[in-house]
């Protein structure tokens, strides 16, 4: 099928990226979240960060602006009608994500396919918002978007073979490099394995091993990381991170995955990680 027109649900920094990344492919893209004002605000950051982009020279103004142009907001789902493709990028929260498909349910074209980028909740669970879950599949992006060159892609148990394989076209045609998973499984590849890695760094400051900083450095010098781990949480969000290590400690009944109470104090406190100005680490700006 052809793809002229993406629909994408959620305008927060994973949403607003996958916008931006189908309108610098030359796609038409529909950033929407609860309110046309947030949306707005969603598209407005990717204008600061293109702006950014400008200003070192890796973006000219006039690339700038046919990116933004584009790009159009919405405050409701009423413009499903007009998508080719959705792709749902809202909290992770599974009776959100099945009311967000139930209201584009109500109008989306037949046949229109529908991608969730959910990083560990149930492929199938989510697919029981829409009357049509054999064209409903997993489409994780990896952040930031525009950069990341993984999509991995997930059937759910009654997802179509043909669903699998036009999510795996799109993301080729997007540039990015899809790796497809036989079957569903909690948290894909990459979440899954990393998970561990993630959360044992979180253990380590929990109990005072060393600071967050040195427990980095270590890794990137000791293991060639190109990033800590801590810093990869703040860049994921702390909120996103225990939400899938809830999800996997729940789905796989496996300890490995239970959080320490420092991931649940810096959440208290505010400290999400970048997209809030702090988390492990201070930040200058959002």
Known sequence: MTIK???VIGAGTMGSGIAQLCAQQGLDAILA??????????????????????????MTQAEMDQVLARITTAGDLACAKDADLVIESVVENLDVKRQVFAEVDQ????????????????????????????????????????????????????TAADTVKAAAEFARALGKDPVVCHNEAPAGIVSRALGQLLNEATWMVEAGVAEPADIDKAMKLGANHPMGPLELIDLIGLDVHRAKMQTLRTVL???????????????????????AGRGFYTYESK
């Open 5 to 7: 027109k993406v629909l």
């Open 33 to 58: 979240d609860v309110s046309k004002e947030l949306a707005d605000k969603g598209k407005a950051r990717l204008a600061k960060g293109m702006a950014g982009r400008v200003e070192k020279g890796k």
């Open 107 to 158: 109008h989306a074209r037949p046949g229109t396919i529908l991608c969730t980028n959910t990083t560990s909740l149930s492929i199938s669970a989510i697919a029981e918002g829409t009357r049509h879950p054999e064209q409903l599949t997993q489409m994780h992006f990896f952040n930031p978007p525009v950069i990341m060159k993984l999509v991995e892609i997930m059937p759910g148990k009654k």
């Open 253 to 275: 009944d496996d300890p490995r995955y239970q959080h320490p109470k420092v991931v649940d104090r810096m959440i208290e406190e505010g400290r999400l990680g970048t997209k």
